[in-house]
């Protein structure tokens, strides 16, 4: 089960007005605890690194290895990588396929103008996904990403249909390459691959096949495999969003839950997040001591988890 937004976002707020220290606004919270659901996350791997040098236990809830383990799984996928095949060198991208829906906008052309703004699809969106354009229903690929915006090379004409797609990319960390569903690839270097290459009971094979991971692009060895690569990977967290609707004559926010994104960590997390977004609400509203009674909670909760 994830950790509600709603709860933490209320139980937040409930302790910074208790004393009047301020407000935290909903798109102020939504940063902060995109930012500390990544800490958390990318906490769990130095975490599994420092257990895994101790010795284990073998008993049924208090091994740590195997509980840091659940809380990684929770983000453990899998994908086909797509081919790209170029003149300077052909590749594998990494999985685009999201759990997350695609973002879109429907836009229409303005004679002589090339640049448009996109108020569907936001420059979060647009910088981490794969993003297509079709006009009049064919594709074009003649337009770069400017924050929020998208420019053509040459405009498009008047009242031409334009269709912007951004699929999201949530992959985060490469785990097994896996050529046919059942050979694993094993991974190499530029310069490995010289020499491995030179001897012909080296040389990689289709049943020995070898890759170079580079800038989340796989070149795979031997050059003549173009297909059927797929790979496990860990995904991102979904961005944290507390989302909330204005009813008609109010003046306070209300919560939506249909459109808004809870924390994916264990719920054994929620007592950490709630610390953690204090330490930042206190930077942001200049309390130094919520800050310094957040960091204190949290350096004790790191303390006892890593002894």
């Given at each position: 089960?994830?950790?509600?937004?709603?709860?933490?976002?209320?139980?937040?707020?409930?302790?910074?007005?208790?004393?009047?220290?301020?407000?935290?606004?909903?798109?102020?919270?939504?940063?902060?605890?995109?930012?500390?659901?990544?800490?958390?996350?990318?906490?769990?791997?130095?975490?599994?690194?420092?257990?895994?040098?101790?010795?284990?236990?073998?008993?049924?809830?208090?091994?740590?290895?195997?509980?840091?383990?659940?809380d990684i799984s929770i983000f453990k996928t899998s994908g086909e990588c797509p081919y790209v095949s170029l003149a300077s060198g052909s590749y594998f991208n990494t999985p685009i396929i999201s759990g997350a829906s695609n973002a879109t906008a429907?836009?229409?052309?303005?004679?002589n103008v090339t640049s448009f703004q996109l108020t569907s699809i936001t420059a979060s969106q647009l910088a981490s996904g794969?993003?297509?354009?079709?006009?009049?229903?064919?594709?074009?690929?003649?337009?770069?990403?400017?924050?929020?915006?998208?420019?053509?090379?040459?405009?498009?004409?008047?009242?031409?249909?334009?269709?912007?797609?951004?699929?999201?990319?949530?992959?985060?960390?490469?785990?097994?390459?896996?050529?046919?569903?059942?050979?694993?690839?094993?991974?190499?270097?530029?310069?490995?691959?010289?020499?491995?290459?030179?001897?012909?009971?080296?040389?990689?094979?289709?049943?020995?096949?070898?890759?170079?991971?580079?800038?989340?692009?796989?070149?795979?060895?031997?050059?003549?495999?173009?297909?059927?690569?797929?790979?496990?990977?860990?995904?991102?967290?979904?961005?944290?969003?507390?989302?909330?609707?204005?009813?008609?004559?109010?003046?306070?926010?209300?919560?939506?839950?249909?459109?808004?994104?809870?924390?994916?960590?264990?719920?054994?997390?929620?007592?950490?997040?709630?610390?953690?977004?204090?330490?930042?609400?206190?930077?942001?509203?200049?309390?130094?001591?919520?800050?310094?009674?957040?960091?204190?909670?949290?350096?004790?909760?790191?303390?006892?988890?890593?002894?």
């Amino acid at each position: 089960m994830a950790v509600n937004v709603d709860i933490v976002y209320k139980t937040v707020l409930l302790i910074l007005n208790k004393e009047q220290r301020g407000n935290l606004s909903p798109d102020e919270f939504n940063k902060v605890a995109t930012q500390v659901q990544l800490e958390i996350f990318e906490g769990y791997f130095d975490t599994l690194n420092q257990q895994l040098r101790r010795p284990d236990n073998d008993t049924e809830y208090g091994d740590r290895i195997k509980n840091v383990d659940q809380d990684i799984s929770i983000f453990k996928t899998s994908g086909e990588c797509p081919y790209v095949s170029l003149a300077s060198g052909s590749y594998f991208n990494t999985p685009i396929i999201s759990g997350a829906s695609n973002a879109t906008a429907q836009l229409t052309g303005i004679l002589n103008v090339t640049s448009f703004q996109l108020t569907s699809i936001t420059a979060s969106q647009l910088a981490s996904g794969t993003t297509t354009v079709t006009i009049n229903g064919i594709p074009n690929n003649s337009f770069v990403i400017s924050g929020s915006s998208i420019v053509f090379t040459s405009a498009p004409a008047a009242g031409a249909v334009i269709l912007v797609t951004t699929t999201p990319s949530d992959f985060y960390r490469l785990g097994t390459v896996i050529y046919k569903n059942s050979i694993e690839a094993q991974m190499t270097s530029r310069n490995e691959i010289l020499y491995i290459s030179k001897t012909p009971l080296s040389a990689p094979s289709t049943t020995y096949p070898l890759y170079i991971y580079e800038n989340e692009r796989i070149y795979l060895y031997p050059q003549t495999i173009v297909s059927d690569i797929s790979v496990t990977y860990l995904r991102k967290p979904a961005d944290i969003s507390w989302s909330f609707t204005i009813p008609a004559g109010a003046n306070y926010y209300q919560y939506d839950p249909v459109v808004s994104q809870n924390f994916e960590l264990s719920k054994t997390e929620q007592a950490n997040i709630i610390l953690r977004i204090l330490l930042y609400s206190g930077v942001v509203i200049r309390d130094p001591q919520i800050v310094n009674m957040a960091a204190r909670q949290v350096q004790e909760e790191q303390m006892n988890s890593k002894q």
